[in-house]
């Protein structure tokens, strides 16, 4: 048998308690036999060699939202609403082999689990059929007429289970798209069927200050691409905060996992927490899109559960969720990271969080 090694790293996490700043586990041929404070490992296995393993030592990290039918979109650069125009430009790239070449990229870097937001019922409906990791596939839904609602939602809740049905590994949910996509009608009885039927919602929501602007005041460069389409205006905005909106709509909730959260005041926060709902991250594609930096110390304060995403490659460089955290390293608590990129992530999937202990494979521990 080969001689046991001590593993460490800057920060290690069994995915329970609290990730270890001096951390270790003790391996033995394929298998974890032993985790602790790495002195106390030293002093038990004193015959055992200490490898570093770099910055972190957990279980498989969660990509916990993405959107995989845009990996074939081009990369975007600049300001939000640039970013949606160019969205919708090359809306034809957006295939069920846009979604495979994603899914591989997820596979390569060897995600526990996944939250993916599909643009059409062809790429949800592929994923569902396809994806060997489990997670959560959510529809994306913008529908912004309040006259058709009330079908709209029935339809919807109606292709929710039928996905399901058929779907061996992923929960199905809905995405709203954001708070002005989505009329409020629609998203009222969408988040009163989420918690009937017990289907997740995802929603991007305070990603920009254009949002904000828009929300609040009606105009703004989001104002403009509706009309540039040929589309109807935005019309009846709340005159809100997006969280303060969907606060008074009353569809906050643990059903419901917000992305983003940029734009947010301390009260914001406390009423997020307030609610139970979750909040995942994405901070390379808020800073690629100008949309302001996510306050960690907020959420962290108000005891938010945060979870970690890249969103799509057409505002990231790559799929891996641990390059979020190391972008990020020492900025915000590495410990705090970690967490977010693990437990957060199957928290907001409504995943066990698989723990490292005594006999777990050594497959099973991912090094940053
Ligand atoms: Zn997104």
Redesign the pocket.
Known sequence: MSPPQIWTAEVVYTGFGTPMRRGGLLVQGDYVVATGPLDELRQGYPQAEVVHKGKALTPPVVNA?T?LDLSSTPRFQGPYPGFIRHVIAHRSRRTPEAVQKGLAELQRHGVGAFGD?AHSLEGAAWLVEHSPLPGVVYLEVIHRNPQEAEAMASRLARLVAQLQERSPRLRVGLSPHTPFNVSPPLLKRLSELAQKEGFPLQM?VAESPEETELMTQGTGALQAIPQSLGLPPYQDLPGLTPVRYLAELGVLGPHLTL?HGVQVDEEEVRILAQSGSRVVS?PRSNANLGCGVFPWGLYLKHGLEVALGT??LASSPDLDVRNEALWLWGRVDPRALVRAATRGGYRVLGLETPRITRGTPVSQVQSW
Request: hydrophobic share 25%; proline share 0%; aromatic share 0%.
């Open positions: 939202h959107h937001i991007h992305v994405c969103d799509s």
